[in-house]
């Protein structure tokens, strides 16, 4: 499994930012995909997901309404739109498949 | 939301000598499947995380075999029969049975 998770930047609170990840070495149109924030020097928190033909999507409290998750199987991409963007919103940001890592993650600094 | 508590947070541990990480769910993690949905993950300083053990009990490829993980219900554990120096970092539970996927806070494994 490999994932590689771009994107990220620097960003002043109420700014937008889009991720994408690319996967490769398993069958992405049949995974279901997260995308998984961790802050500085803190844990690991779920912050969205979508299934396989994207029919099914879930989003942490936190971000509802301010992120949108999609996928291009045809492209083995995965994408998070992130909107009104917040200080805590800051960290890296792991695409995963179900439970497994594969990338280095993405760095998200709001801040002005 | 599914709550996962670890205990120890903080494990000192001797090179050569056993460790143990505990993981309790607020809820049953048996999906509709069948399956149990628990997983444990490692991260080691400056490294992403790295999937161990999937379904409370299977190690990944490439896991060595002193990693093992047991449980049922809602009270899981992941034992490592010797402690080497590449096992130190952090250690995560995670349920990934339904929405949102949470984790524990993480326990960090430390030479004494």
Same mark, same amino acid.
């Given at each position: 499994?490999?994932? $590689?998770?771009?994107?990220? +930047?620097?960003?002043? /609170? %109420? ?7 690319? *996967? &490769?070495?398993? @069958? ?7 995308? $998984? ?11 969205? +997901? ?5 029919? #099914?999507?879930?989003? *942490? ?15 083995? @991409? =995965? ?16 695409? @995963? ?5 594969? %990338? ?9 | 939301?599914?709550? !996962?508590?670890?205990? /120890? ?8 000598? /056993? *460790?143990?990480? &505990?993981? #309790?769910?607020?809820?049953? =993690? $048996? ?38 993980? &047991?449980?049922? +219900?809602?009270?899981?554990? =992941? ?10 970092? $952090?250690?995560?539970? !995670?349920?990934?049975? #339904?929405?949102?996927? @949470?984790? %524990? ?8």
């Amino acid at each position: 499994v490999e994932l $590689v998770e771009s994107g990220g +930047g620097l960003v002043q /609170p %109420g700014g937008s930012l889009r991720l994408s990840c690319v *996967a &490769s070495g398993f @069958t992405f149109s049949t995974s279901w995909m997260n995308w $998984v924030r961790q802050g500085p020097g803190e844990g690991l928190v779920w912050v969205s +997901g979508i299934s396989p033909d994207g029919s #099914r999507i879930g989003y *942490a409290d936190s971000v509802e309404g301010r992120f949108t998750i999609s996928r291009d199987n045809a492209k083995r @991409t =995965l994408s998070l739109q992130m909107n009104s963007l917040r200080v805590e919103d800051t960290g890296l940001y792991y695409c @995963t498949r179900g439970s497994i890592f594969g %990338g280095r993650g993405t760095l998200v600094t709001v801040s002005s | 939301d599914v709550v !996962m508590t670890q205990s /120890p947070l903080s494990q000192p541990v001797t090179l050569g000598q /056993p *460790a143990s990480i &505990s993981c #309790r769910s607020s809820q049953g =993690l $048996v999906s509709s499947d069948g399956s149990t949905y628990l997983s444990w993950l490692q991260q080691r300083p400056g490294q992403s995380p790295r999937r161990l053990i999937y379904e409370v009990s299977n190690r990944d490829f490439g896991v060595p075999d002193r990693f093992s993980g &047991s449980g049922s +219900g809602t009270d899981f554990t =992941l034992k490592i029969s010797r402690v080497e120096a590449e096992d130190i970092g $952090v250690y995560y539970c !995670m349920q990934t049975a #339904r929405w949102p996927n @949470t984790f %524990g806070q993480g326990t960090r494994l430390e030479i004494k």
